[in-house]
């Protein structure tokens, strides 16, 4: 192993001195005079290292001989001190062995000592307990009665032990419930010289001094007698109040309230009905307004100067009046439920609907008011059961209302949205759809105040439900409206309901994909993504446990039972690697929040930007504008595939527009079809006119298509144009040039009708006919009938030889909507170009 090594640092060195040569030569072999110069140094250096080693050579027997001496000097001391250790050593093991009794008699003096100590530090302390105790009952004063209270409670929570904290807080507890009534008796006879509680009137400025420093020092004293939190009783009402209890002032404050409260909010009382919860909802409200600034600025300055920190007197306060309300709306909520389920009510829903948008109401103003998002009534209808009957009343009256709106006539007529609706626009959003969409923004604005995001999402599954809906009752009326069209449809103008369907279903579609992208939808749609990778996680981490349970019960089970376990614990590995690690809940939401901003912010920065450049135009209304382009392929984003579903269905509708109007055009163009193309006369481009059989036709085709294009949003009618175009383009090619011949006369007439006459038919009202290619089939095959006769000869006979290169030969002609075997035929069929061995194929035509 050694020689090995050896060999190994030999190979190493031969390679650096190897390396260092070929860096002082350099790649010129012929450089000999650097070579002479790296040997002059070598030389030097080894005459240099043999010198030294001549030179110690001759001083090794002295140095060595010093050495040695020094060691054996060395070895003496260590010998020396060895032997001292070992006698001090003895010494130390006789001198504990003989003073060993004493130590241990001092321990248990000492020990008896602290024991003894600890006693009359016990003692003492119950002592002073007393003492303080004693000192509390003599004294007369508040001041000082505050004082020795607050030394008794820094004892309670200096000293822990089980019977010695017991006792103290036994002592400290009696004397607060003394103090406290002492107090709180003075304070309520100030409360009533300060006319406690306020009226909306009062003018608490105009308050005497006297009066405010009474109602200052007890407030402080009440402060200070406060129990620890660990010793407050909770209150009945903790479901109904957020955070702590109210301090002590604050629950005194609160007590003629609660009383007024409950003499007009329950029993027999007419302020009592249950079908009017607005009465104690805009009381709880006014009460508010009336005395918050006062305690505010009475009563939380006091808990700043005395550094309490735990106190926020105003959201105590109106926590404690809030939690009067939702306990009541808890009780009324309570009573619709069991007098529904008895039959006692008439309309239990209608009532439920109003209790839920007057506490909706109520949080609304009460966050306006206080500033803070207080949601402790909010919480009354969250609760599972209210919960669960708010989303089926929500559902039952969207369901109602949407069968009312659909079966009114109405609906199909177009509305004006406010502003929106510029001088001149074409205002195309149907009824229905604009109060579909109000519904849906409604349910929107009543659910988005729920603090939790597990409550948010269940309500947009309702939206989403009742968009599901909203695209059935259309397909419905789709379905209806295509079986009654008639002749005469369209031809008259006013709303249809076929057009209000097209519309419906696009401007459904263009809100919910804009939506999709605000920062409402996109907060639950990141949030649903991440819960639903949340409890999978949480699904995934309990499989995984039972797995490696059952393999530890199962462990002489047979080789085919141990191959499955292997195969399913594997696929489990491979999903885990998949997922990362699991968050919590509070966790999730925010990280929803947080991707939901930056996706709002980015898609703001990339709108800021494409507006500079004046490629997209502001939205002014949903009702007349169109927020995004036809192009754009977004994802529905929380709404998922509905977007898609209300595409198609507009898409559907569309198609069964065109189908009926081509139906009509086609049923009135056999005419057109008979025309004797190749026996036409020549007239004069100044003379030509449509044709005779086209014009019932077209000018029925384009009455049609103006009347449904008016109604339609702007985008839709544009589609339906090309769409109309695209089938006449190809019903025209197929059945009137292919199967004609055309002679010059029969050219120039066919030419003027495509492109004087059908072409403007299908222009949009802002746009150049020559500017579209909307008939492409049409014009080229007019192209190519008006070729050049040599041109049209040496192109057919191209097309003919070439048949592989067919296409491309069209193609540099211009022609690309025409097959190579069309073309071919559309030449054949020019009387001029007709083949000379067969004349009687142009001859069996007259």
Not at 35 to 56: F, G, N, V
Not at 262 to 270: K, L
Not at 438 to 458: F, N, S, V, W
Request: net charge negative; proline share 4%.
């Amino acid at each position: 192993m050694h020689i090995m090594h050896e060999s190994n640092l030999k190979d190493e060195i031969k390679k650096e001195i190897i390396q260092n040569l070929n860096l002082r030569i350099g790649s010129d072999i012929n450089n000999l005079s650097g070579a002479y110069e790296l040997e002059t140094e070598l030389l030097r250096k080894r005459k240099k290292l043999q010198s030294i080693l001549h030179a110690s050579s001759d001083e090794v027997p002295t140095k060595l001989s010093s050495a040695i001496k020094k060691a054996e000097l060395n070895s003496k001391q260590i010998d020396s001190i060895r032997e001292k250790r070992a006698v001090l050593k003895k010494k130390v093991e006789t001198f504990l062995a003989k003073t060993e009794p004493l130590t241990k008699e001092l321990d248990k003096r000492f020990k008896a000592i602290g024991r003894l100590e600890e006693v009359v530090a016990y003692f003492k302390l119950y002592t002073r307990i007393e003492e303080l105790s004693t000192e509390m009952k003599q004294c007369k004063d508040d001041e000082p009665l505050v004082i020795l209270y607050g030394e008794m409670k820094e004892m309670c929570n200096k000293y822990q032990k089980a019977h010695q904290g017991a006792y103290i807080k036994e002592y400290t507890h009696y004397w607060h419930n003394v103090l406290k009534d002492h107090l709180t008796k003075h304070y309520e006879d100030v409360l009533k010289l300060i006319k406690w509680p306020l009226s909306s009137a009062a003018d608490n400025s105009q308050l005497p001094k006297e009066v405010l420093n009474k109602f200052s020092n007890l407030t402080r004293y009440l402060l200070l007698i406060q129990e620890p939190r660990d010793l407050t009783a909770a209150s009945v009402s903790v479901d109904f109040i957020q955070g702590q209890d109210p301090c002590l002032p604050v629950r005194v404050l609160l007590r003629p309230l609660k009383k007024r409260f409950a003499f007009h909010f329950t029993g027999p009382r007419q302020t009592a009905r249950i079908d009017r919860p607005e009465w104690f909802l805009t009381q709880t409200l006014t009460w508010i307004k009336d005395h918050q600034e006062f305690v505010k600025n009475n009563v939380q300055p006091i808990a700043e100067k005395l550094q309490i920190k735990d106190v926020n007197a105003v959201d105590e306060f109106n926590a404690g009046l809030i939690a009067l309300a939702a306990e009541r709306l808890h009780t009324v909520l309570a009573i619709y439920h069991t007098q529904g389920a008895k039959g006692e009510m008439g309309d239990v829903d209608a009532a439920f609907a109003h209790a839920v948008d007057e506490t909706l109401g109520f949080h609304r103003e009460l966050t306006a008011i206080s500033g803070t998002e207080t949601n402790s009534v909010i919480s009354v209808l969250t609760k599972a059961e209210t919960f669960v009957r708010w989303l089926a009343v929500e559902k039952k009256y969207a369901l109602a209302k949407m069968d009312e709106t659909l079966g009114n006539e109405q609906w199909i007529e177009a509305v004006a949205s406010g502003v929106g609706a510029a001088v001149g626009s074409v205002v195309w959003v149907p009824r229905g759809a604009d109060w579909f969409i109000a519904l849906l923004k409604t349910i929107e604005d009543r659910y988005a105040m729920l603090p939790q995001p597990g409550h948010r999402l269940q309500f947009l599954e309702l939206q989403l439900e009742l968009i599901e809906e909203w695209r059935i009752r259309l397909t419905q009326l789709l379905n209806a409206a295509t079986s009654t069209l008639k002749t005469e449809s369209f031809l008259v103008p006013g709303p249809h309901p076929l057009i209000a369907i097209i519309n419906a279903g696009h401007h459904t579609r263009t809100v919910l994909l804009q939506w999709a992208h605000s920062l409402h939808y996109l907060q639950l749609h990141y949030y649903r993504r991440q819960f639903q990778h949340f409890t999978h996680q949480q699904h995934k981490d309990e499989r995984k446990n039972g797995i490696e349970e059952d393999e530890t019960e199962s462990s002489s089970s047979s080789d085919s039972d141990d191959t499955t376990e292997d195969t399913t614990r594997h696929g489990y590995r491979e999903a885990e690697e998949d997922v990362d690690e699991s968050i919590s809940l509070n966790e999730v939401e925010e990280s929803a929040k947080k991707l939901a901003l930056k996706e709002v912010t980015k898609r703001n920065s990339m709108v800021l930007e494409l507006s500079q450049l004046e490629i997209l135009t502001p939205i002014a209304n949903l009702a007349v504008a169109e927020p995004l382009a036809e192009e754009d392929a977004e994802e529905g984003g929380v709404f998922g595939d509905a977007p898609a579903l209300q595409a198609h269905l507009r898409d559907s509708a569309i198609a069964a527009l065109v189908e009926h109007i081509l139906l009509e055009f086609k049923a009135t163009i056999r005419d057109y079809k008979k025309q004797k193309w190749h026996s036409m006369p020549t007239i004069e481009q100044v003379a030509l006119s449509v044709s005779s059989p086209l014009c019932g036709p077209l000018s029925s085709l384009c009455a049609r298509l103006s009347c449904a294009s008016s109604t339609l949003a702007p985008r839709l009618a544009v589609n339906l144009r090309t769409r109309l175009a695209a089938h006449v383009d190809d019903y025209i090619f197929e059945e009137v040039v292919l199967e004609s011949w055309f002679n010059t006369g029969g050219t120039i007439q066919f030419t003027h009708d495509v492109r004087r006459n059908l072409v403007p038919a299908f222009a949009p009202p802002n746009k150049f006919s020559s500017s579209l290619n909307q008939l492409p089939k049409l014009l080229e095959a007019c192209k190519l009938l008006n070729m050049d006769y040599d041109d049209a000869r040496r192109l057919r006979s191209l097309l003919i030889k070439q048949p592989k290169d067919a296409a491309g030969v069209l193609s540099n002609t211009n022609i690309d909507y025409i097959e190579p075997n069309q073309a071919i035929r559309i030449l054949n069929q020019r009387t001029d170009l007709s083949d000379a061995s067969s004349p009687s194929s142009v001859m069996e035509l007259f």
